[in-house]
Nanobody
Framework: QVQLVESGGGLVEAGGSLRLSCAASGRTFSLYAMGWFRQAPGKEREFVSGISRSGVSTVYADSVKGRFTISRDNAKNTAYLQMNSLKPDDTAAYYC?????????????????WGQGTQVTVSS
């Protein structure tokens, strides 16, 4: 069973950048799409971005489009989320997830393995 471990979260000022990483164990990482989700206090978890198995196709939530970039390195079993121009509204726990299919999905039920999350806090 695959295990996912996020890293790279932290405290940053508004306008700053962070790069999240998601390291996967096991041999199934390269077979499926990957996604990033986030959950702010008192809110439901929401889709942030997803990338297809090959990395060719990417999808972003409107709230992060143009500021965040998702990527993956299948040789390293790692996915990334580069976050630029961060805003206080981006403050949340960020989770990576391994999909159950090769194409990107926006809904949680299409993902069957989750990391423990990494906290991102953006100060104003």
């Amino acid at each position: 069973q695959v295990q996912l471990v996020e890293s790279g979260g932290g405290l940053v000022e508004a306008g700053g950048s962070l790069r999240l990483s998601c390291a996967a164990s096991g041999r199934t990482f390269s077979l499926y799409a990957m996604g990033w989700f986030r959950q702010a206090p008192g809110k439901e978890r929401e889709f942030v971005s997803g990338i297809s198995r090959s990395g060719v196709s990417t999808v972003y939530a409107d709230s992060v489009k143009g500021r965040f970039t998702i990527s993956r390195d299948n040789a390293k079993n790692t996915a990334y989320l580069q976050m630029n121009s961060l805003k206080p509204d981006d403050t949340a726990a960020y989770y990576c997830a391994l999909g159950s299919r090769t194409t990107v999905a926006r809904t949680e039920r299409e993902y069957n393995a989750w990391g423990q999350g990494t906290q991102v806090t953006v100060s104003s």
